[in-house]
C-alpha cells in the first residue's frame, strides 16, 4: 500500500515575496504543513513524538519551481513515499498542484528516523510506516 495524502491550503499574503508570487522559502513551509498534517492525522503527531523521543528529520530536499503560485489561490498539496533506502531511511515525494490541477511544484525529500535521545538515526518502526502510508 502507497497512499497520496492530499492537504488543500489557501495562499495568503504573507506567502508571497515582493514579485507577488509565492516566495521560494514558503514552498519548504508549505511542504513541512503538509506532512504533519497527514502524520499528525495518522497518529504521528508532535505529542507521539514527544512522548517516544522518536521522529522523521529532512535529511536531503530538491524542490522544483514550475509554475507561480500567486495570492489567493487554493492549491492541493499531494504527498506519497517514493521509496525506501534503508530501515531508516526513505524518500517522500510532494507536489503543489494549482486550481487547474497543473503542477506548480514539485519536491523530494530524503528522511531519516531520529532518536532524539541518543542524537542518531534508528530503524523506523511500524507506527512511523503507518503514518507515512506504508501500512494498515
Request: glycine share 6%; charged share 30%.
Amino acid at each position: 500500500m502507497n497512499t497520496v495524502f492530499e492537504y488543500e491550503v489557501l495562499i495568503q499574503e504573507f506567502h508571497l515575496d515582493s514579485f507577488g508570487h509565492v516566495n521560494n522559502a514558503a514552498y519548504v513551509e508549505l511542504y513541512e504543513e503538509a506532512r504533519w498534517d497527514f502524520i499528525t492525522k495518522n497518529g504521528f503527531g508532535l505529542d507521539y513524538i514527544k512522548q517516544h523521543q522518536v521522529g522523521p528529520v529532512i535529511l536531503d530536499l530538491k524542490v522544483r519551481f514550475k509554475r507561480e503560485l500567486l495570492n489567493r489561490e487554493k492549491i492541493k498539496i499531494t504527498s506519497k513515499t517514493l521509496e525506501i533506502v534503508s530501515p531508516k531511511i526513505m524518500v517522500l515525494e510532494q507536489q503543489m498542484l494549482k486550481p487547474d490541477g497543473k503542477i506548480a511544484s514539485e519536491a523530494t525529500f530524503t528522511i531519516g528516523f531520529f532518536d532524539m535521545k541518543n542524537r542518531k538515526l534508528i530503524d523506523a518502526g511500524p507506527e512511523w510506516l503507518k503514518a507515512i502510508g506504508l501500512k494498515k
